[in-house]
């Protein structure tokens, strides 16, 4: 398939380090991946839903202690701790690649190594990478195929060029004590083991994607971020896009593929999705900021989504798909998860495999639920019913904003927007979210996470600040900076804002700022919308909600201020002094 002499070199020579039975490369045609498909199947791997109802779609189910990413067995390995920086697990490369290849040391026999040649970004433009990442996995060549562009293609653009990301995945025994997900910035190299779960082991998406492609784009003077792409057309049919970096399970994927409410759709309004979790941005011949997304399908949170909150996620999934971890609905063979609607299966198994009994089930009580609260889909992008035209030229679209956005019960606003585009980087270098199922570890603690990157910054934070510090400087015209907080609650827990499709009500505003139309208030903390200018027809939300959701408390963000120079406090290597100063003037418009 290739007669590139260093990739065939790399392939042997982990070849002899797993040794596996055989070696097969992954050409991207739908014989080879129907062949995969039925031997998955055969080897209960993956159970083939419902032709009918569900066609071309597959369930499979991790082990129970291999359900999310995990962080503190995440590592960047660089020569210098100070490289990887405060916030990352950080081991010097030598010491990890011995530790790691003593547990992949011959792991693959008895297997099949499936090498896969894959594209992040459409094969051939001038913003794509390409990764070749070597699984003892059936699951993750089929997802991986639907993710990214994979196969003879990807190897033909190669060529002989020696420009790669190299990836070992080795599933091993899966055992939690020995799970390591390693990046070597310096040296285009990913190596996972002991996990089956997405975000550890299809490696071109948070490993390479974002790890990777972060230290990459700083060298390079471009910006890989954990952003959503949408496209904004108005009545008279121009597209202004914009990007949102919002934690993970926190509706990157709800407003990328937002449907608008009635009052929009009938002056003419329409969303066009570009992506849902990535986007590589670089300053274009026009001196904007243009943004692609580089993966190929989604990699959605399941509970949750129906034809209300999200119908075109749910429709994304109606072929071609592979869930993970969700309920199997034995009376039609198809699938289930909390909020998928409310009739609750009478005859499901759970996501563990066990049979499930509706009658146990408790909303508040996780341990009850049929679908895990991380169980995932995988879907192509191609279906999404609202797929930007845009989405397969790789020549990136403009961007006209960039949105920031968490968790927060209390202290953020519904939206506010930065004065300056260094406002906007502090403005996202203070993002607190509550946490969630998307990690392991404890759900809903306020933590820092700046730019939604924390888990997938490649090299030190401080430095990744001073980037986007820099990237302002060179690009003439600048996206304006917000931030917006969908998670308010009342007293009883309550989220107060309905979200979904009705945060095209807040995009609207944003976009109307973007463009000089629409004015705003001035508040210690940025620029905050009047309320009459959020439009609230059709919406059960009154004027003084509103002002309570636009409302911001100075006790509660003069605490906020103690939190931020406790996170800031971190970082001494490298941090930029503009973000201490923007601290210093939020500290004092709080007196
Ligand atoms: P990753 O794929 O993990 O990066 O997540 P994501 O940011 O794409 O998250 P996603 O859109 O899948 O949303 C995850 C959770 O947030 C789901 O439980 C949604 O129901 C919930 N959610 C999304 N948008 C809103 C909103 O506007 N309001 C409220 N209250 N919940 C929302
Ligand atoms: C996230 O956790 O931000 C995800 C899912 O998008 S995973 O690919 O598992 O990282
Ligand atoms: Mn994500």
């Known amino acids: 398939m290739t007669e590139n002499k260093k990739l065939l070199d790399w392939v042997n020579e982990m070849a002899q380090l797993v040794e596996p039975d055989r070696i097969v490369w992954i050409d991207g045609s739908e014989e080879q991946l129907d062949r995969l498909r039925r031997e998955a199947v055969e080897a209960g791997e993956m159970i083939k839903l419902n032709e009918e109802k569900l066609p071309g779609c597959f369930l499979h189910r991790t082990k129970p202690n291999d359900v999310a990413r995990v962080e503190d067995r995440t590592f960047i390995c660089t020569p210098t701790e100070r490289e990887a920086g405060p916030t990352n697990h950080w081991c010097e490369p030598s010491e990890m690649y011995d530790k790691l290849y003593k547990i992949v040391r011959g792991s693959y026999k008895g297997r099949t190594m499936y090498v896969i040649p894959y594209s992040m970004g459409p094969i051939g433009s001038p913003l794509a990478k390409i990764g070749i990442e070597l699984t003892d996995t059936r699951y993750v060549v089929l997802n991986m195929s639907i993710m990214a562009r994979c196969g003879q293609k990807v190897l033909d ?88 970096a919002f934690p993970s399970a926190c509706g990157k994927t709800n407003l990328a593929m937002l449907i608008p409410p009635e009052i929009y759709k009938k002056q003419g309004y329409k969303v066009w999705t570009v992506g849902d979790d990535i986007a590589w941005m670089r300053v274009g011949a026009d001196g904007r900021l243009y943004a692609i997304n580089p993966e190929n399908g989604f990699f959605g949170v399941a509970p949750g989504t129906n034809s209300h909150s999200n119908y075109n996620a749910l429709k994304s999934t109606g072929r071609d798909t592979i869930f993970t971890n969700v309920a199997l609905n034995l009376d039609d063979n198809t699938v289930w998860w909390e909020g998928l609607n409310q009739d609750l299966p009478q005859h499901a198994i759970d996501w563990r495999g066990n049979p499930w009994d509706p009658s146990k089930f408790d909303k508040a009580d996780k341990s009850t639920c049929a679908a895990h609260p991380n169980s995932r889909f995988t879907a192509p992008a191609k279906n999404c019913p609202c797929l930007s035209e845009e989405f397969d030229k790789g020549t990136g679209v403009p961007i006209s904003a960039i949105i920031f956005g968490g968790r927060r019960a209390k202290t953020a606003p519904l939206v506010y927007q930065s004065r300056s585009w260094n406002h906007g980087v502090f403005v996202g270098s203070i993002m607190g979210s509550e946490t969630t199922a998307a990690a392991a570890g404890a759900v809903g603690v306020v933590r820092r996470d700046p730019m939604a990157m924390l888990p997938f910054c490649g090299y030190n934070m401080a430095e990744y600040f001073g980037h986007w510090i820099e990237m302002g400087k060179k690009i003439p015209h600048q996206p304006k900076i ?59 939300v009154d004027r003084d909600t509103l002002k309570a959701l636009l409302d911001v408390d100075r006790d509660l963000w003069r605490e906020e201020v103690k939190g931020i120079k406790e996170f800031y406090a971190k970082f001494t290597y490298g941090f930029p002094q503009e973000l201490n100063d923007e601290l210093a003037t939020l500290e004092n418009n709080l007196k």
């Open 157 to 244: 653009t190669l060529g002989n060029g020696d420009d790669w990301v190299h990836g070992l995945h080795a599933s091993c025994d899966v055992d939690p004590e020995y799970r390591y997900i390693c990046q070597f910035p310096q040296d285009n190299t990913i190596i996972s083991v002991n996990s089956n779960y997405g975000g550890n082991v299809l490696q071109g998406k948070k490993c390479f994607a974002l790890r990777i492609a972060s230290y990459q784009g700083k060298n390079e003077g471009w910006m890989a971020e954990h952003m959503l792409i949408l496209g904004i057309e108005n009545p008279k049919g121009e597209v202004k896009y914009v990007a949102a």
């Open 482 to 540: 917000f931030n917006v907080n969908w998670f308010r609650t009342d007293d009883e827990g309550n989220f107060i804002w309905p979200g979904y499709g009705e945060n095209m009500r807040v995009l609207k505003w944003i976009l109307d700022r973007c463009e000089d139309k629409a004015d705003a208030v001035e508040s210690p903390i940025g620029y905050l919308p009047k309320a009459e200018d959020i439009d609230l027809e059709g919406l059960d």
